[in-house]
């Protein structure tokens, strides 16, 4: 497939905003796409070369790409270097650039997707000494034989940031309207949360169709979408909804790991399929020796500690040790972690996420010796609510920050990446304030005046609708902050900066700066309240009204580890405002 034809279908999706304009458009691109050349098409699409979990990124840093432009343009570099700072987007100034080549050649080579692809692929492989070159000369060809709008996309796939306002499930949509029936669609989303590679999906679904996908099975080694939880305000209500009896599991306050072990070792991934084997050497180290099978995909919360007393210490200790890819043995003596495991999806052989609670954890503490560093997540099986409210008092006291309630039912299997009632959580927060803090999109920012002058004041924070795919604004954020983080904002939020709003967020504000939706904040307020300014939920309680938080307080916690489409939905805060109202009435 030419890759131009390919740049047109991602223009064109770009100018919507309708989801299912979206689908229909992706639809008609994979029905005229080769099985040999799906995967290919969904990884551009993705603004990707690998799945998440292999981590393979193409590595250009921003100069660079600029210095690729200017050699296959010889477009002046100060005008270059305008654009970008005017604009932000990379695949806006390589369009401008290439509209206005001045050097003609006749030597220019027409781009398909494979060449398009391969030399993404060369250029991220490259390494060691000449691999600057090496990459230059690659990109700059790239950019030499592209027509402006093929120019566009490709820079903007050298960050992974197409721009397009696709997520996941669309493209999954368009998937199943184009090789499947309407009925089979959940069999897709189940393929992708059991494989995490939609290309791979694409591809079995173009070639063999909807029973192909029987292919996909668990595999130690591929990480599978996380399990996620619903809330409910009150004990009883948690009882009652799980038929009278569950069990309630500590909630730990860490970060969430899916260890994969078999005989080549140990591989960790997080929620957001990040490996992040070489940042925890330590939990490699510790979860050896507890395992006592051949091989197996748990899942636990790793949470600081403090070795001295054995306390476990705030979560943001744990973010301190992201990252810190250089100082490693340091970082691992500073901020030690324990494992609590509180899954087993599979364990010598046989997939057990099919199976009911009961059997996974049996299954766990069948395969795991507890030590110091690793255990079991604490549990308590009941129906009676007076003993529930005790564990939660409990947990509480112990600084914990809730618990998880598990269904025992007979079909409480692990969903793989859906939200749903088999797992519900309780957090402390529901007794105060607003019921539970929120994680909110970073959308937009207001400048800052008197001592935040030169600096942001306020950040415009949104909601994710998931049914439609936009972010919706719910409150500007301005308290919370410190000093330090103050002045780490700028930096951190550069990389994101964009000249008008994304597409995919709804704001009746006017910010003064505007971001991709990326940067994800934990943030809590004294109540949710209706608002004509903001538009969350807009119209949905009431006519020409949105939700907002009042009084907004950044907790200090950067949620590194979720991705903008994991922060609160807007149909979770429409829950929480329920809440918040059932309990004024009382
Ligand atoms: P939240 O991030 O507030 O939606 O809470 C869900 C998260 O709690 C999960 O993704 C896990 O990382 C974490 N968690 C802590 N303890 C447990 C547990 N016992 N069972 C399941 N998840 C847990």
Request: proline content about 3%; some cysteine; aromatic content about 8%.
């Amino acid at each position: 497939m030419d890759y131009l034809s390919l740049a047109e279908t991602f223009e064109k999706i770009e100018a919507t905003r309708k989801r299912l304009e979206m689908t229909d458009m992706l639809a008609e691109l994979f029905s005229q796409t080769s099985i040999n050349e799906i995967e290919i098409v969904i990884r551009l699409t993705q603004g990707k070369l690998a799945p998440d979990f292999e981590g393979i990124e193409i590595g250009i840093a921003e100069t660079l790409a600029r210095k690729a432009i200017y050699e296959a343009t010889r477009v002046d570099e100060k005008k270059i270097l305008e654009w970008w700072i005017k604009d932000g987007d990379l695949g806006s100034v390589a369009f401008q650039a290439v509209s206005m080549k001045k050097q003609t050649s006749l030597f220019t080579e027409k781009l398909n997707i494979a060449i398009v692809f391969d030399s993404l692929l060369q250029i991220s492989k490259a390494s060691g000494s000449g691999s600057q070159d090496l990459k230059m000369k690659l990109l700059a060809k790239l950019f030499h034989d592209s027509t402006p709008t093929e120019a566009r996309y490709i820079a903007r796939t050298l960050n992974g940031k197409m721009r397009l306002g696709l997520a996941d499930m669309t493209i999954i949509d368009a998937l199943a309207v184009t090789y499947a029936t309407k009925e089979e669609r959940d069999k897709v989303v189940w393929a992708y949360n059991t494989c995490s590679d939609l290309a791979r999906v694409g591809k079995l679904l173009a070639e063999k169709g909807i029973n192909g996908l029987d292919e996909i099975e668990l595999e130690v080694g591929v990480p599978l979408k996380a399990m996620l939880c619903e809330r409910l305000p009150s004990i009883p209500e948690i009882i009652e909804k799980l038929d009278g009896k569950c069990a309630f599991e500590y909630k730990y306050d860490g970060l969430r790991i899916q260890a994969h072990i078999n005989k080549s070792g140990i591989e960790l991934f997080t929620r957001q399929l990040e490996n992040v084997t070489s940042q925890f050497p330590d939990i490699v180290e510790m979860l050896a020796p507890a395992f006592k099978g051949q091989e197996c995909v748990i899942e636990g919360e790793c949470v600081p500690v403090d070795i001295n007393t054995g306390e476990m210490l705030p979560f943001q200790t744990v973010s301190r040790r992201r990252g810190r890819k250089h100082e490693l043995d340091s970082a691992v003596e500073e901020f030690p972690v324990n494992l609590f495991l509180f899954d087993c999806l599979y364990l010598d052989g046989q997939d057990f996420t099919q199976t009911p609670y009961t059997n996974r954890r049996k299954m766990l503490e069948s395969c795991i010796t507890e030590t110091d560093r690793v255990k079991l997540a604490d549990v308590l099986i009941t129906d009676d609510f007076e003993k529930a409210e005790e564990y939660f008092q409990n947990v509480i006291g112990k600084g914990g920050e809730g618990i998880i309630a598990k269904s025992l039912a007979e079909d409480s299997y692990y969903r793989a990446g859906s939200r749903g009632w088999n797992w519900i959580k309780f957090k402390r927060d529901y007794k105060t304030e607003m019921a539970d803090t929120v994680d909110l999109v970073i959308v937009g920012a207001f400048s800052g005046k008197g001592k935040r002058a030169g600096g942001y004041g306020a950040l415009l924070m949104a909601t994710y609708n998931a049914d439609e795919g936009h972010f919706e604004t719910i409150t500007k954020l301005g308290s919370g902050f410190d000093d330090e983080m103050l002045a780490a904002l700028p930096e951190m939020l550069e990389p994101h900066k964009i000249n008008k709003p994304n597409k995919l967020v709804n704001s009746k504000m006017q910010a003064d700066y505007w971001f991709e939706p990326s940067i994800v904040l934990e943030v809590r307020g004294a109540e949710i309240t209706l608002s004509p300014i903001h538009t969350c939920a807009m119209n949905l309680v009431k006519e020409n009204y949105g939700l907002a938080i009042r009084f907004p307080r950044y907790m200090g916690i950067i949620r590194q580890d979720k991705g903008p489409e994991d922060a609160t939905t807007t149909e979770e805060m429409l829950a929480l405002y329920e809440i918040q109202s059932n309990r004024g009435g009382e």
